[in-house]
Protein backbone atom coordinates (compact mmCIF):
# COMPACT_ATOMS: atom_id res chain seq x y z
CA UNK A 1 0.00 0.00 0.00
CA UNK A 2 1.33 3.31 -0.85
CA UNK A 3 0.55 5.56 1.70
CA UNK A 4 2.11 8.57 0.07
CA UNK A 5 1.34 9.06 -3.91
CA UNK A 6 3.30 11.13 -6.08
CA UNK A 7 2.99 12.82 -9.58
CA UNK A 8 4.07 13.49 -11.87
CA UNK A 9 6.82 10.25 -12.62
CA UNK A 10 8.62 12.56 -14.59
CA UNK A 11 8.58 16.27 -15.80
CA UNK A 12 10.31 18.50 -18.30
CA UNK A 13 10.11 22.33 -17.80
CA UNK A 14 12.21 24.96 -19.79
CA UNK A 15 14.45 27.36 -18.46
CA UNK A 16 12.98 30.05 -15.53
CA UNK A 17 9.79 28.31 -15.90
CA UNK A 18 7.92 26.62 -12.75
CA UNK A 19 7.72 23.12 -11.44
CA UNK A 20 5.25 21.44 -9.48
CA UNK A 21 5.36 18.41 -8.00
CA UNK A 22 2.47 17.09 -6.00
CA UNK A 23 2.02 14.57 -3.07
CA UNK A 24 -1.10 12.88 -1.37
CA UNK A 25 -1.50 11.09 1.67
CA UNK A 26 -3.82 9.01 3.62
CA UNK A 27 -2.28 8.80 7.23
CA UNK A 28 -3.23 11.12 9.20
CA UNK A 29 -0.78 9.93 11.85
CA UNK A 30 1.81 11.93 9.55
CA UNK A 31 3.26 15.12 10.75
CA UNK A 32 6.12 16.24 9.24
CA UNK A 33 6.82 16.38 5.51
CA UNK A 34 9.97 17.06 4.14
CA UNK A 35 10.78 16.88 0.35
CA UNK A 36 13.80 15.83 -0.49
CA UNK A 37 16.68 16.21 -3.65
CA UNK A 38 18.32 13.63 -5.48
CA UNK A 39 21.18 13.49 -7.79
CA UNK A 40 22.29 10.72 -9.89
CA UNK A 41 24.55 8.16 -7.63
CA UNK A 42 24.09 10.59 -4.64
CA UNK A 43 21.89 10.26 -1.56
CA UNK A 44 18.56 12.04 -0.71
CA UNK A 45 19.69 15.85 0.50
CA UNK A 46 16.46 17.77 2.43
CA UNK A 47 15.47 20.45 0.33
CA UNK A 48 12.31 22.14 2.44
CA UNK A 49 9.90 20.70 5.25
CA UNK A 50 6.60 21.84 6.27
CA UNK A 51 4.46 20.76 9.29
CA UNK A 52 0.84 19.97 9.04
CA UNK A 53 -0.41 23.59 10.70
CA UNK A 54 1.47 25.93 7.98
CA UNK A 55 -0.41 25.91 4.81
CA UNK A 56 2.94 27.32 2.94
CA UNK A 57 6.24 27.57 3.39
CA UNK A 58 9.36 29.53 1.39
CA UNK A 59 12.81 29.07 1.03
CA UNK A 60 14.54 30.95 -1.90
CA UNK A 61 12.83 29.53 -4.87
CA UNK A 62 11.36 26.59 -3.37
CA UNK A 63 7.96 26.71 -1.85
CA UNK A 64 5.98 24.03 -0.60
CA UNK A 65 2.07 24.71 -0.27
CA UNK A 66 0.16 22.45 1.98
CA UNK A 67 -3.69 21.61 2.02
CA UNK A 68 -4.86 19.29 5.43
CA UNK A 69 -8.53 18.84 4.62
CA UNK A 70 -7.25 17.40 1.40
CA UNK A 71 -4.45 15.96 2.76
CA UNK A 72 -2.52 17.19 -0.19
CA UNK A 73 0.96 19.17 -0.66
CA UNK A 74 2.59 20.47 -3.60
CA UNK A 75 6.74 21.28 -4.19
CA UNK A 76 6.94 24.82 -6.30
CA UNK A 77 10.34 25.15 -8.29
CA UNK A 78 10.24 28.89 -9.23
CA UNK A 79 12.37 30.08 -12.43
CA UNK A 80 13.52 26.71 -12.37
CA UNK A 81 17.09 26.13 -13.81
CA UNK A 82 18.95 23.18 -15.58
CA UNK A 83 21.22 22.53 -12.06
CA UNK A 84 17.62 21.74 -10.37
CA UNK A 85 17.32 18.35 -12.65
CA UNK A 86 17.29 15.56 -9.85
CA UNK A 87 14.64 13.54 -8.58
CA UNK A 88 12.57 14.92 -6.29
CA UNK A 89 10.95 12.93 -3.57
CA UNK A 90 8.28 13.63 -1.20
CA UNK A 91 7.82 12.38 2.45
CA UNK A 92 5.55 11.68 5.30
CA UNK A 93 7.07 11.12 8.92
CA UNK A 94 4.98 9.43 11.49
CA UNK A 95 4.49 10.87 14.73
CA UNK A 96 6.06 9.02 17.66
CA UNK A 97 9.67 8.32 19.17
CA UNK A 98 10.45 5.74 15.54
CA UNK A 99 9.36 8.89 12.95
CA UNK A 100 10.40 6.64 10.10
CA UNK A 101 10.24 8.20 6.65
CA UNK A 102 7.37 6.86 3.74
CA UNK A 103 8.45 8.15 0.67
CA UNK A 104 6.71 9.21 -2.58
CA UNK A 105 7.74 7.14 -5.90
CA UNK A 106 9.81 10.16 -6.90
CA UNK A 107 9.50 12.62 -9.61
CA UNK A 108 11.97 12.88 -12.40
CA UNK A 109 12.49 16.74 -13.13
CA UNK A 110 14.08 18.18 -15.96
CA UNK A 111 14.98 21.35 -16.75
CA UNK A 112 15.88 22.89 -20.29
CA UNK A 113 18.67 24.98 -20.93
CA UNK B 1 22.13 20.73 7.97
CA UNK B 2 23.59 17.34 9.36
CA UNK B 3 26.43 15.73 7.77
CA UNK B 4 26.41 11.78 7.30
CA UNK B 5 29.31 9.93 5.80
CA UNK B 6 29.10 6.02 4.42
CA UNK B 7 31.79 4.38 3.22
CA UNK B 8 33.08 2.53 0.53
CA UNK B 9 31.23 4.92 -1.95
CA UNK B 10 31.30 1.82 -4.41
CA UNK B 11 32.02 -1.78 -3.78
CA UNK B 12 32.67 -4.49 -6.07
CA UNK B 13 32.90 -8.33 -5.20
CA UNK B 14 32.64 -11.71 -6.16
CA UNK B 15 29.69 -13.83 -5.09
CA UNK B 16 29.33 -15.70 -1.84
CA UNK B 17 31.51 -13.32 -0.15
CA UNK B 18 30.59 -10.67 2.94
CA UNK B 19 30.16 -6.99 2.56
CA UNK B 20 30.33 -4.27 5.28
CA UNK B 21 29.33 -0.78 4.83
CA UNK B 22 30.01 1.83 7.06
CA UNK B 23 27.56 4.78 8.12
CA UNK B 24 28.77 7.51 10.16
CA UNK B 25 26.84 10.54 11.81
CA UNK B 26 30.11 13.16 12.02
CA UNK B 27 28.69 16.39 13.71
CA UNK B 28 26.04 15.22 15.99
CA UNK B 29 25.27 11.52 18.14
CA UNK B 30 22.43 9.43 16.37
CA UNK B 31 20.60 7.12 18.29
CA UNK B 32 18.64 6.24 15.36
CA UNK B 33 19.85 5.12 12.30
CA UNK B 34 17.90 3.96 8.98
CA UNK B 35 19.36 2.03 6.22
CA UNK B 36 17.65 1.78 3.04
CA UNK B 37 18.05 -0.24 -0.77
CA UNK B 38 17.44 1.85 -3.86
CA UNK B 39 16.95 0.38 -7.69
CA UNK B 40 17.38 2.23 -10.65
CA UNK B 41 14.58 5.38 -11.00
CA UNK B 42 13.00 3.92 -7.90
CA UNK B 43 12.31 5.63 -4.57
CA UNK B 44 13.83 4.29 -1.16
CA UNK B 45 12.99 0.86 0.69
CA UNK B 46 13.28 1.14 4.20
CA UNK B 47 15.44 -2.20 5.16
CA UNK B 48 15.48 -1.38 8.89
CA UNK B 49 15.76 0.97 11.53
CA UNK B 50 18.92 0.45 13.57
CA UNK B 51 19.29 1.62 17.32
CA UNK B 52 22.30 1.84 19.06
CA UNK B 53 23.25 -0.39 21.50
CA UNK B 54 19.94 -2.35 20.59
CA UNK B 55 18.99 -4.81 17.87
CA UNK B 56 17.78 -3.53 14.93
CA UNK B 57 14.23 -3.60 13.49
CA UNK B 58 13.81 -5.01 9.57
CA UNK B 59 11.22 -4.45 7.62
CA UNK B 60 8.69 -7.14 6.49
CA UNK B 61 10.67 -9.09 3.83
CA UNK B 62 13.91 -8.19 4.74
CA UNK B 63 16.08 -11.07 6.02
CA UNK B 64 18.17 -10.01 8.86
CA UNK B 65 20.39 -13.17 8.65
CA UNK B 66 21.37 -11.64 5.28
CA UNK B 67 21.67 -7.94 6.37
CA UNK B 68 23.64 -7.51 9.68
CA UNK B 69 23.06 -4.69 10.94
CA UNK B 70 25.23 -3.29 14.09
CA UNK B 71 25.42 -0.10 15.74
CA UNK B 72 27.82 -0.17 18.40
CA UNK B 73 28.12 3.46 18.91
CA UNK B 74 26.45 6.95 18.35
CA UNK B 75 28.58 7.50 15.73
CA UNK B 76 28.96 4.48 14.04
CA UNK B 77 26.35 2.01 12.37
CA UNK B 78 27.23 -0.91 10.13
CA UNK B 79 25.32 -3.17 7.25
CA UNK B 80 26.74 -6.25 6.44
CA UNK B 81 25.95 -8.30 3.34
CA UNK B 82 26.41 -11.68 4.05
CA UNK B 83 27.30 -14.68 1.40
CA UNK B 84 26.52 -11.88 -1.38
CA UNK B 85 24.91 -12.40 -4.70
CA UNK B 86 24.08 -10.83 -7.98
CA UNK B 87 20.33 -9.66 -6.89
CA UNK B 88 21.85 -8.22 -3.40
CA UNK B 89 23.53 -5.52 -6.06
CA UNK B 90 21.72 -2.29 -5.49
CA UNK B 91 22.68 1.26 -4.43
CA UNK B 92 22.58 1.30 -0.38
CA UNK B 93 21.85 4.69 1.45
CA UNK B 94 21.70 5.03 5.17
CA UNK B 95 20.22 8.27 7.37
CA UNK B 96 20.59 9.56 10.85
CA UNK B 97 18.33 11.25 12.65
CA UNK B 98 19.80 14.32 14.86
CA UNK B 99 17.93 13.78 18.79
CA UNK B 100 15.96 16.51 19.69
CA UNK B 101 15.63 19.74 17.77
CA UNK B 102 14.23 21.27 14.65
CA UNK B 103 17.02 19.62 12.55
CA UNK B 104 15.28 16.43 14.99
CA UNK B 105 12.20 16.61 12.71
CA UNK B 106 13.69 14.64 9.95
CA UNK B 107 16.48 12.24 8.28
CA UNK B 108 19.51 13.35 6.93
CA UNK B 109 21.14 11.37 4.64
CA UNK B 110 24.59 9.87 3.49
CA UNK B 111 25.81 10.01 0.15
CA UNK B 112 25.05 5.85 -0.78
CA UNK B 113 27.25 2.99 -1.47
CA UNK B 114 27.13 1.28 -4.94
CA UNK B 115 27.32 -2.46 -4.17
CA UNK B 116 27.70 -4.41 -7.32
CA UNK B 117 27.56 -8.36 -6.92
CA UNK B 118 29.66 -10.11 -9.79
Known amino acids: QQQVKQSPQSLIVQKGGISIINCAYENTAFDYFPWYQQFPGKGPALLIAIRPDVSEKKEGRFTISFNKSAKQFSLHIMDSQPGDSATYFC????????????FGSGTQLTVLP | GAVVSQHPSRVICKSGTSVKIECRSLDFQATTMFWYRQFPKKSLMLMATSNEGSKATYEQGVEKDKFLINHASLTLSTLTVTSAHPEDSSFYIC??????????????FGPGTRLLVL
Open chain 2, 95 to 108: SARVPGGPRGKTQY
Open chain 1, 91 to 102: AAITAGSARQLT
